[in-house]
């Protein structure tokens, strides 16, 4: 039905900055909260940041002032600018979002995952 593509995560010497992307595409009708997840190894999977339809953001406290969440509705995409990047920002990355799509019973909401991206912090 619908499939996310991240890109942009790699390796980035501490202070550096990465721009995640996350492009969704499939019989979607509208998207409404898409967001940025982290796990780090070890950890659980915590909330970066969010940016609703008319385009609130909310960001964790660990990141805000250092990360811009935005989004671009004609390319169904959510990006997440980092700046200022530390070792404790090492983690693999999800895309997530709500989205009302076309399906055999008619249009309905879920919400979706991408695969990850691998963001690595180090010198």
């Known amino acids: 039905q619908v499939q996310l593509v991240e890109s942009g995560g790699g390796l980035v010497q501490p202070g550096g900055s990465l721009r995640l992307s996350c492009a969704a595409s499939?019989?979607?009708?509208?998207?409404?909260?898409m967001g940025w997840y982290r796990q780090a190894p070890g950890k659980q999977r915590e909330l970066v940041a969010t940016?609703?339809?008319?385009?609130?953001?909310n960001y964790a406290d660990s990141v805000k002032g250092r990360s811009t969440i935005s989004r671009d509705n004609a390319k169904n995409t959510v990006y997440l600018q980092m700046n200022s990047l530390q070792p404790e920002d090492t983690a693999v990355y999800y895309c997530?979002?709500?989205?009302?799509?076309?399906?055999?019973?008619?249009?309905?909401?879920?919400?979706?995952w991408g695969q990850g991206t691998q963001v690595t912090v180090s010198s």
């Open positions: 499939g019989s979607i009708f509208r998207i409404n909260q």
């Open positions: 940016v609703t339809s008319d385009s609130s953001t």
């Open positions: 997530n979002l709500d989205a009302n799509v076309l399906t055999s019973s008619g249009w309905r909401l879920y919400n979706y």
